[in-house]
């Protein structure tokens, strides 16, 4: 065989064991995207604003092993003194109640830093009975 057959040959099982190796790459998780509101008091803005300027490292290591990622909130005064965080979040998860309730809620980092944030918010008016954060319908998404 000459020295393009064994090159042909060579390109052909590069690009064999290429594609085989596509069939068995780990996909990437399926991302679902969650967006949130809550009120605060214009008061206690500094020391949300504080607080969140250096987040306890714990507790972005328990948002991330929750398989959260992309968090964000967002702070908008929607009426004359009238003030509301919005948050955003991807989880890339299987079951984020469970990951919350599991993992999230039980953990002594977190427990202790909801206990300098949640006492500056409050519940908006149309939140469910077990939402802290109410929940928000996504409307519109693009890639």
């Avoid at 998860?93 to 500056?120: Q, Y």
């Amino acid at each position: 065989m000459g020295l393009i057959g064994k090159i042909s040959m060579l390109a052909m099982a590069c690009l064999l064991v290429g594609a085989m190796n596509l069939g068995c790459a780990q996909q990437s998780p399926k991302v679902k995207r969650y967006g949130s509101v809550i009120g605060i008091k214009k008061e206690n803005i500094p020391e949300y604003k504080r607080l969140h300027a250096d987040t306890w490292p714990g507790v972005l290591k328990k948002i991330k092993d929750c398989h959260i990622q992309n968090y964000s909130i967002y702070l908008a005064e929607v009426k004359p003194d009238e003030y509301y965080l919005f948050s955003y979040f991807e989880y890339t998860g299987d079951d984020l109640d469970k990951e919350i309730e599991e993992k999230m809620k039980n953990d002594p980092t977190t427990k202790k830093w909801w206990s300098h944030t949640d006492p500056l918010q409050f519940k908006v008016p149309t939140a469910g009975e077990n939402e802290w954060w109410h929940n928000l319908e996504e409307v519109f998404h693009t890639d």
